[in-house]
Structures are given as structure tokens and as C-alpha cells.
């Protein structure tokens, strides 16, 4: 059998499977069926088509214009990185080496010294910042990189977990700690409102475990979000480095005392893991579901166009051209296909709003707007609004789908999130996959080894100690609050 006929084709979907019959069957289905990505003929990895970038453009930009507004500046920096740079930071490479790939070889030339292809760009950033800082008043350094990475992963899943993924990763340095604390909690915070107030996916925010916390990390803050499946997923991760990086990497900088210190650095980032959430979270049996803010079409125009009926079609081109010039994000769907499928092809996409306009809308000057975040049938579903007025209708109606999608989906956490006070129970919802489970933890890696062990779960992130009392897991003197779960 030839190589070519090895490759492992992207499955042709002809029906989306029940999402709660199981969630990982669904999510494929509507991965390839809505066109975001298909299958590379490289093992792990994913071509995202065109509507699939649409989303990660989203994304990008709402990420992009918050950076730039704290302050931040964008730039590149290389993929290849010799071995010598990356084992000089010796905490940072045991816990990438088994997910670093290698070039061995250059052409026909065996290269004297392998050069790791980038999971995470800390050490060539740290060793041009080494270049780049002599004083104190070359500091802080505030830069985010859009780049691709890679990570040797065993089993991958479309946006969840790839070998090549896409991303951002924020790297700062600083004078002093108290700056770099500043930053890391500044970037967490972008990355929850960009969570909540864009994707309409709720997170719970709060630091990591040390068995969880960032190769080479002094801590490691995250968001998390959960599944319906009762898996949570890390949405982004902000970490405080200390001056680890900088002492493996020689960042030094003239302090105003002319004491030559050690400069404190930081790093961030948020993938297309994001996408992969806010599909789950909020997909349905139709398929996508894409909160306003993030769909690349707001609204989709569908003629219903009968023999002889050409006004309607100059009406829908009419009306697509005042919701463009209104700043709208509009397509009009003029495809030689029945209506019907045309109704189910765009629901299946999650564009927020589909227009339909055929002969007896235009005679009674009106068009019909069908929101994608409503059951059929559903009170509010559908609206018959005077054409003259659609441009004007969208926005407010786009605002309370955002709001309608963000508040479903704050229900179905809150309901799942279980304050747990028993052993037994605790463990059973564990194992069970019931949702965040709640628990006063005593923060050692040896409870949370034993919890992982017993349920696959463990913690997602920790917050303050409300009441003192023992660990739930293991009865030794509680000193956080931890959300356990098992994990994509």
C-alpha cells in the first residue's frame, strides 16, 4: 500500500450524533461537518479551513486590542531552538522533554547539534532579553508573540490537543517582583473577560498546584472551564517565572542603586484550545451555537426566491448591503439549493441570526430574523420586522443572544459545581466526572497524587481558605479551596 493511501482522511459527516449520547463523538462530527478543519496528512495535526481562521481571527482581535490596550507590543521570535539554550534551564526542559520534536538534520546534512522545534518560546526569549536589558530603564519589556508551536502529543483531538497548535505567548521582565506579580494577575484577568465577555464561556480563576504550576515556575494562575461532559478544560494560563529564567539566562540590568540584579520575568497565553471550548459548551444537536462576539457572520440573508420572483433577490441584496455598510458582519446565501437545507446548513455553522426574506415578506415589507441560540418553536425565536428597521433590530438583538448563550452557560456551571465535605462523596463525584467538586485542600502534591490515582481528577485551580478545617481528600489542615476534576 502506497504512503499517500495510508493517510488518515477527514471522516465525511452526513448527520451530527446526539451531543449527550457522547460528547467526543459530536464534537468531531461538528469540527469536520461545519468546515473548520479537516484532517493534515501529518499524524496530530489539522488544517483549519477558512471558517475555522474566521473564528481564531475573533478571537485574535478581542485578544490583541486588550494587550495593546495594557501596554504590550508585538514580535517574533524564531522557531528553532539548540539544545544547548533549552537545557540551560533545567526545570523548564524535564517537564518539555517528553513533547519537544527535534531537527536532526538540515538538508543532507547531519547537524552537529539538534535544534528543538518551539513548545514554548521562554528560552529564546530569554536569551534575547539577556541581549536586549542593561539598565533599569530598559525595563519592563511587555511582548506577546502569535505564533505556532508544537508538542508531541499521543492522542490529539481538533483544537483541544494537537501537535501544531496556534496561540499567543505573552513574556515580560521586570525591576522588581512586585511589577511581574502585577503583570501575571493584569494578563489573567484579560484572559477571564475574554472568556466570559467574548467566547461566553464562565471560568473559575485562581493559582495551580505546584504538581499542575508551569515547568520552571515560581506560580502558575489559571482559567478553567467545564465541559458538559464533567471534564474541565485550562483555558489560559498566566505565570510568574521569578528570576529563574533570568539567572539560567543571564538578564541582568544596572539597578538605579547601580546594583547589578537579576531581572523578574513573566509569561502568558491563551491557544485555540478556546474555540475548542467555546464549541462544547455551547453546541447543540443542530451543531454550532458561536456567540456574537466571536462569529465570523453575525447574520446570514436567505432569499427564498420562486420562479419569476427576482425582486426578492434584488431586496435581499439591497438589504445585504445596508446591514454591511452598517458595520454588520452579513453573507447573503444566493446557493441553488432548496431553502430548508439552506436554513440547516447555516444553523448547523451557528451563525447568530439567519434573515429570511421571500415574496410574502416583501409584500408585507417586513423580513423574518431567527435567532440560533433559541429552540424551535421557542418564544422569541422568531421575529417578522419591517425591513426598514433591520439594521437597527440586529445589534440589540445580537447584545441578548451574547447574553442569553453566557447566562445558559453560567447556569449549567453553577449547577455543577458541588461544595463536597465527605471523603467517600467526594471521590465518587470525582470519579464520576459530576463537574468541579469543591473542597477544603490541604495543597500537597502527595493528596493531590492519591486523588489522581483513585479518579483520574485533579486540582484545576485553588483560591483562599474560607474556613479553617481539614482536607476533604485526606483530613490533613486544610489550606486552600481547590476545584478537582478530570481534564481534557
Given amino acids: ?25 459530536w464534537y468531531q462530527a ?46 517574533y521570535f524564531p522557531l528553532l531552538i539548540p539544545e544547548h539554550l533549552l537545557t540551560r534551564e533545567s526545570e523548564h526542559v524535564e517537564g518539555f522533554a517528553p513533547e519537544v520534536a527535534w531537527v536532526t538534520q538540515g538538508g543532507n546534512e547531519k547537524l552537529a547539534e539538534r535544534l528543538a522545534i518551539r513548545p514554548t518560546s521562554e528560552v529564546i526569549v530569554g536569551v534575547m532579553y539577556a541581549e536586549w536589558v542593561h539598565s533599569y530603564r530598559d525595563l519592563p519589556i511587555l511582548i ?58 464562565p471560568v473559575y480563576t485562581g493559582e495551580k498546584s505546584s504538581s499542575e504550576r508551569f515547568a520552571g515556575a515560581t506560580h502558575t494562575y489559571s482559567i478553567e472551564a467545564l465541559m458538559p461532559d464533567g471534564r474541565a478544560l485550562q483555558a489560559a494560563t498566566s505565570h510568574e517565572l521569578g528570576q529563574n529564567f533570568s539567572k539560567a539566562y543571564d538578564i541582568t540590568f544596572a539597578a538605579e542603586d547601580q546594583t547589578v540584579q537579576h531581572a523578574w520575568t513573566t509569561s502568558w497565553g491563551m491557544s485555540w484550545r478556546m474555540l475548542g471550548a467555546l464549541i462544547m459548551v455551547h453546541g447543540d444537536d443542530r451543531g454550532l451555537r458561536i456567540p456574537p462576539k466571536m462569529a465570523p457572520t453575525e447574520a446570514v440573508i436567505v432569499p427564498i426566491v420562486r420562479a419569476g420572483s427576482d425582486d426578492v433577490t434584488r431586496a435581499a441584496r439591497e438589504l445585504h448591503a445596508t446591514l454591511r455598510a452598517a458595520g454588520l458582519r452579513v453573507k447573503i446565501d444566493e446557493r441553488d439549493l432548496r431553502p430548508g437545507n439552506k436554513f440547516a446548513d447555516w444553523e448547523m455553522r451557528g451563525v447568530p441570526i439567519r434573515i429570511e426574506l421571500g415574496q410574502k415578506d416583501l409584500e408585507a415589507g417586513t423580513a423574518t430574523l431567527v435567532r440560533r441560540d433559541k429552540e424551535k418553536g421557542e418564544d422569541g425565536g422568531k421575529l417578522a420586522v419591517p425591513i426598514a428597521e433591520v439594521a437597527t433590530r440586529i445589534p440589540p438583538l445580537l447584545d441578548d443572544i451574547q447574553a442569553n448563550l453566557l447566562a445558559q452557560a453560567r447556569t449549567f456551571l453553577a449547577a455543577h459545581t458541588l461544595r463536597e465535605t465527605g471523603r467517600d462523596a467526594f471521590l465518587r463525584r470525582c470519579k464520576e466526572r459530576d463537574g468541579m467538586i469543591d473542597i477544603a485542600w490541604c495543597g500537597l502534591p502527595a493528596c493531590e497524587a492519591d486523588v489522581k490515582a483513585q479518579t483520574s481528577a485533579t486540582t484545576r485551580n485553588t483560591r483562599a481558605l474560607d474556613a479553617a478545617g481539614p482536607c476533604v481528600a485526606c483530613g490533613e489542615p486544610a489550606t486552600v479551596r481547590a476545584y478537582f476534576a478530570q481534564s481534557y
Fill in 1 to 25: 500500500m502506497s504512503d499517500s493511501a495510508q493517510l488518515e482522511k477527514t471522516p465525511f459527516v452526513k448527520e451530527i450524533p446526539p451531543k449527550a449520547n457522547d460528547l467526543s463523538e
Fill in 30 to 75: 461538528v469540527c469536520y461537518k461545519a468546515e473548520l478543519v479537516s484532517l493534515a496528512p501529518v499524524r496530530g495535526c489539522v488544517v483549519l479551513r477558512p471558517y475555522g481562521y474566521g473564528l481564531w481571527e475573533r478571537l485574535q482581535g478581542a485578544l490583541d486590542t486588550r494587550f495593546k490596550a495594557t501596554g504590550h507590543e508585538n514580535a
Fill in 144 to 201: 506577546n508573540q502569535w505564533a505556532n508551536v508544537m508538542r508531541w502529543e499521543k492522542r490529539t483531538r481538533p483544537f483541544l490537543r494537537t501537535l501544531e497548535f496556534l496561540w499567543q505567548e505573552g513574556h515580560t521582565a521586570h525591576a522588581n517582583e512586585t511589577e511581574a506579580r502585577e503583570e501575571v494577575a493584569r494578563m489573567l484577568e484579560v484572559y477571564r473577560e475574554v472568556a466570559e465577555d467574548v467566547a461566553a464561556v
